[in-house]
């Protein structure tokens, strides 16, 4: 998947706020990436396409009918430019919108993307590499980030220093709720949650699908959980909150 951080700035560029803490930048980068490329192409076919954060075998889980992510890069120009992203010195990358905090009109070059990714790992080096490519496509610039799991450990989930990040779980076969609660919930912001800060406007949405589908008890029960997993895979579809890729065919993670 690529893990997204919505926390207000990063360590690398403090006083500015980050292009992904913007709900429209999250969208445009969602609509820049062609699951279905990266699935035939990087992953050789080997691998199941995914909307949410739930594996295949979970399928039933899945909001009824699903919300898939689109591949429309006219669509992602579009909203940057809505959003107030324009290459107004015409060297051919994105200013800042002229009221970002910290980085009013400033080019992208100058605050990129910054997008991590495993060195040691050919795939999400290839996938991590095909997202600095499409952004670059549309025109706002981006900081590659070529590390070992020592530097990503540091970088990632010390510091939070990211704005993307090719993240890759192993999930197995685990009850839905158990995992996703301790990935989303703001209660565990800093330790197991490296995505959404407990100061987002929308925390409280989704903190309490969580809540309500990790403490269903009977008469719920199961039914009860699934109807607040469906409830948050909206949520996480509506908010951008990561956008997951695919789960291997043979290895049971995303």
């Known amino acids: 998947e690529y893990t997204i951080n919505h926390n207000y700035s990063i360590s690398s560029h403090p ?4 292009p992904t803490r913007d709900e429209a930048v999250r969208s445009a980068i969602s609509y820049s990436v062609d699951k279905e490329y990266i ?3 990087i992953l050789e076919g080997n691998a199941n396409r995914i909307d949410y954060p739930i594996l295949p075998a979970w399928q039933s889980w899945w909001p009824d009918p699903p919300y898939p992510h689109r591949y429309n890069l006219t669509r992602a120009i579009e909203i ?3 959003r107030g992203f324009i290459d107004i010195d015409g060297n051919g990358w994105l200013n800042y919108p002229p009221d970002w905090p910290g980085a009013a009109g400033a080019d ?10 495993r060195i040691d790992d050919p795939i999400r080096y290839e996938i991590g590499m095909y997202l600095v490519s499409q952004m670059e496509s549309v025109g706002f610039a981006t900081e590659p980030i070529a590390c070992t799991s020592e530097q990503v450990y540091e970088i990632v989930f010390l510091n939070k ?5 090719i993240g890759s779980w ?3 076969n685990v009850y839905p709720p158990v995992y996703l609660r301790p990935a989303y919930h703001s ?9 959404l800060p407990p100061s987002l406007p929308y925390s409280h949405e989704i903190d309490e699908y969580l809540d309500r589908a990790y403490f269903a008890n009977y008469p719920d029960g199961a039914e009860g959980a699934k109807h607040y997993i469906q409830l948050f895979c909206k949520a996480h579809f509506n908010h951008t909150v990561t956008i997951p890729l ?3 065919r043979v290895l049971e993670y995303w």
């Open 15 to 18: 006083d500015a706020m980050s």
């Open 39 to 41: 699935i035939n192409n």
């Open 80 to 82: 940057l430019n809505d």
């Open 108 to 117: 992208t070059t100058e605050y990129p993307l910054r997008i991590v990714f």
């Open 161 to 165: 220093d990211y704005h993307v990040y």
């Open 170 to 172: 192993d999930l197995g």
């Open 187 to 195: 209660s565990f912001w800093c330790t197991s949650n490296i995505v």
């Open 246 to 248: 695919a789960a291997p």
